[in-house]
């Protein structure tokens, strides 16, 4: 079992950036794929960046792709989301998600634990 916070959320301007971050328990982060995952008032939660146990494999979806960038420190059990040319529509709420095994796709089709979510806002 793997037990998740995230940090970093906030209010930004349009155009402007954040860095969100995930610390995880246990001394078996590597195993896991990781992602984040978004929810807007009103609308259901959706998958938006994944990385894979290694960290050499990243999914993104298409509404941030070339905006925001997936990494991760398995030595500090730690998984980041650097949000650049941030936009009103990016508000929501973020969670981070781990699946157990190797894969990206493995934490987008079933995320098994789940953090409680920081709020991010973006002011126009």
């Known amino acids: 079992q793997v037990q998740l916070v995230e940090s970093g959320g906030g209010l930004v301007q349009a155009g402007g950036s954040l860095r969100l971050s995930c610390a995880a328990s246990?001394?078996?982060?590597?195993?896991?794929?990781m992602g984040w995952f978004r929810q807007a008032p009103g609308k259901e939660r959706e998958f938006i960046a994944g990385?894979?146990?290694?960290?050499?494999?990243?999914r993104y979806a298409d509404s941030v792709k070339g905006r925001f960038t997936i990494s991760r420190d398995n030595a500090k059990n730690t998984m980041y989301l650097q949000m650049n040319s941030l936009k009103p529509e990016d508000t929501a709420v973020y969670y981070c998600?781990?699946?157990?095994?190797?894969?990206?796709?493995?934490?987008?089709?079933?995320?098994?634990?789940w953090g409680q979510g920081t709020q991010v806002t973006v002011s126009s």
């Open positions: 990385v894979s146990w290694s960290g050499d494999s990243t």
């Open positions: 246990g001394r078996t982060f590597s195993s896991y794929a």
């Open positions: 998600a781990a699946a157990l095994g190797p894969s990206v796709m493995v934490v987008i089709t079933t995320p098994r634990y």
